[in-house]
């Protein structure tokens, strides 16, 4: 007797869909697993390194070196605080500061509690608090990119305690950005939560490649970057903070552009003149018109991630911004400053 299935168009169709949905499930199942197993992995050999410190029932990681003014170092959107100590900066800056860098909420060991919009103004608010527990009264703040957003928002929450500010390759008006709903659709209700625990990770990963090298272009990664363990930046947590983050960024910047000429702290601001990923001219050039007592520092043939790429001048326009800012800045010490931490940074 014949199949009817054969006979019946229909019935084909319906059994092709069943396969496919079938296959697709499958596949799914499959990155979901491999996701866990690549990120429960990433963890055991790359445990906080830092220490806690608790606001309201929230956990914020932070890494703290040497002594001297505070100095709070802010990362940017999709890295971690660790990714001051892979480049050395933050071991460079301890020398001279108390530094403190925090993993944002959401990034690296920090929590981000659902049902709170982590807008620049949120963030600082909750690093002020933080700051407190920590026993820093008064801070010199330096942010990169998104970071950059943060810091501004601490300055004009409480510039009393802001002393002055170091923003790096920082996006600081609104404007189209054409990366933005590709980047931001992990962080969607519900099928943002299927990507983030499935395909974005794994096309996270394949892409790496392609992503260093954009943000750090027209330089070659160096091998400070190149040590960066990518999933760590690619677990399912991190996946949500840094696409929440892309989807924040231009109603963050329109939130606080019509504040900015009311700081009167100093500002200095860095960028590279060839960053394919924040246009200096549009951004940085345009904020130093803005505000009263800023420096501008474009950096020649230099890209997006000028924590690797510019220690030395960052270290200079830090010691220079705490000099314009009034405070007593120690001399710098030769050779590593103390590590203050659960566990000794792990490479």
Same mark, same amino acid.
């Given at each position: 007797?014949?199949d009817?299935?054969?006979?019946?168009?229909?019935?084909?169709?319906?059994?092709?869909?069943?396969?496919?949905?079938?296959?697709?499930?499958?596949? &799914?199942? *499959? #990155?979901?697993? $491999? +996701?866990?197993?690549? =990120?429960?992995?990433t963890?055991? !050999?790359?445990?906080? /390194?830092g220490?806690?410190?608790?606001?309201?029932?929230?956990?914020?990681?932070?890494?703290?070196?040497?002594?001297?003014?505070?100095?709070?170092?802010?990362?940017?959107?999709?890295?971690?605080a660790?990714?001051?100590?892979?480049?050395?900066?933050?071991?460079?800056?301890?020398?001279?500061?108390?530094?403190?860098?925090?993993?944002?909420?959401?990034?690296?060991?920090s929590?981000?509690?659902?049902?709170?919009?982590?807008?620049?103004?949120?963030?600082?608010?909750?690093?002020?608090?933080?700051?407190?527990? &920590?026993? *820093? #009264?008064e801070? $010199? +703040?330096?942010?990169? =990119?998104?970071?950059?957003?943060? !810091?501004?928002?601490? /300055?004009?929450?409480?510039?009393?305690?802001?002393?002055?500010?170091?923003?790096?390759?920082?996006?600081?008006?609104?404007?189209?950005?054409?990366d933005?709903?590709?980047?931001?659709?992990?962080?969607?209700?519900?099928?943002?939560?299927?990507?983030r625990?499935?395909?974005?990770p794994l096309?996270?990963?394949?892409?790496?490649?392609?992503?260093?090298?954009?943000?750090?272009?027209?330089?070659?990664?160096?091998?400070?970057?190149?040590?960066?363990?990518?999933?760590?930046?690619?677990?399912p947590?991190?996946?949500?903070a840094?696409a929440?983050?892309?989807?924040?960024?231009?109603?963050?910047?329109?939130?606080?552009?019509?504040?900015?000429?009311?700081?009167?702290?100093?500002?200095?601001?860095?960028?590279?003149?060839?960053?394919?990923?924040?246009?200096?001219?549009?951004?940085?050039?345009?904020?130093?018109?803005?505000?009263?007592?800023?420096?501008l520092?474009?950096?020649?043939?230099?890209?997006?991630?000028?924590?690797?790429?510019?220690?030395?001048?960052?270290?200079?326009?830090?010691d220079?911004?705490?000099?314009?800012?009034?405070?007593?800045?120690?001399?710098?010490?030769?050779?590593?400053?103390?590590?203050?931490?659960?566990?000794a940074?792990?490479?």
């Open positions: 007797m014949p009817l299935d054969i006979l019946n168009p229909a019935a084909q169709r319906g059994k092709r869909w069943r396969n496919a949905g079938l296959l697709s499930a499958a596949t &799914l199942a *499959a #990155a979901y697993l $491999l +996701v866990r197993v690549q =990120s429960a992995r963890e055991r !050999a790359h445990p906080p /390194a220490s806690f410190v608790e606001v309201d029932g929230l956990r914020l990681h932070y890494l703290e070196q040497g002594e001297g003014p505070v100095l709070v170092l802010l990362h940017g959107n999709m890295v971690m660790d990714d001051f100590r892979r480049s050395g900066l933050l071991e460079r800056l301890a020398r001279t500061y108390r530094v403190i860098a925090f993993d944002r909420p959401g990034f690296g060991y929590d981000r509690p659902r049902g709170v919009s982590w807008t620049p103004d949120a963030q600082a608010t909750l690093l002020h608090q933080a700051l407190g527990e &920590l026993g *820093a #009264a801070y $010199l +703040v330096l942010g990169h =990119s998104w970071g950059t957003l943060v !810091a501004l928002a601490m /300055a004009l929450q409480q510039p009393e305690r802001v002393r002055g500010l170091v923003l790096l390759s920082g996006y600081y008006y609104p404007g189209p950005r054409l933005v709903p590709v980047a931001a659709m992990p962080a969607l209700p519900l099928v943002g939560g299927l990507m625990n499935t395909v974005s096309l996270g990963r394949l892409m790496w490649p392609l992503t260093a090298k954009g943000m750090f272009s027209p330089c070659a990664v160096p091998n400070s970057f190149r040590r960066e363990p990518p999933w760590m930046l690619l677990r947590s991190q996946v949500r840094t929440a983050e892309a989807a924040l960024m231009i109603p963050g910047a329109a939130v606080l552009e019509g504040r900015y000429g009311e700081l009167r702290m100093p500002v200095t601001i860095m960028a590279g003149e060839n960053d394919r990923v924040m246009d200096p001219h549009g951004h940085s050039e345009r904020l130093h018109k803005t505000l009263p007592d800023s420096e520092v474009l950096l020649p043939e230099m890209g997006h991630m000028l924590p690797h790429l510019a220690q030395e001048e960052i270290v200079d326009a830090v220079q911004l705490a000099e314009r800012a009034g405070l007593s800045v120690p001399a710098r010490l030769d050779g590593a400053a103390p590590y203050h931490g659960d566990a940074p792990a490479m």
